[in-house]
């Protein structure tokens, strides 16, 4: 009995890890304009604005492309707006990070998928892009 319960419980957990990697990312839901004044943390999402000048976007979309296991959903520095997917080392979980160009300001707006709370992931990471991107 102790075998089956073991074999049932380890055959959920590759389940679960199979959606959280193979779960399809819809841009239709996830590429959306990040839209707000002030900069605000959530649980599980971050949004900042900050002027960087009009090509900010292009700047943040080189520091993104080098970060490990991201890659972009949609969009390009060309529409003026980009969706990136960074996913977790070992599970694989996603976020999602949109950044948009409005003139001279970008905003930024990162945000998990699974989940409630994301420990302070998304914050981190696009803080530390935000960094980079400074001169």
Do not use: C
């Amino acid at each position: 009995m102790f075998k089956l319960g073991l074999f049932l419980f380890v055959g959920l957990v590759v389940l679960a890890g199979a959606y959280v990697r193979l779960a399809p990312s819809h841009p239709d839901r996830w590429h959306v304009a990040p839209l707000g004044k002030a900069d605000r943390n959530n649980r599980g999402s971050v949004f900042r604005v900050i002027e960087t000048g009009p090509n900010g976007l292009a700047r943040l979309d080189a520091i993104a492309r080098e970060t490990p296991r991201t890659r972009v959903l949609a969009g390009s520095v060309d529409d003026g707006m980009v969706t990136y997917i960074t996913r977790t080392r070992v599970i694989g979980f996603p976020d999602y990070t949109t950044a948009m160009q409005d003139g001279n300001t970008l905003r930024i707006r990162a945000r998990l998928r699974f989940g409630r709370s994301d420990f302070g992931v998304n914050q981190a990471r696009v803080d530390g892009w935000l960094a980079l991107l400074q001169p």
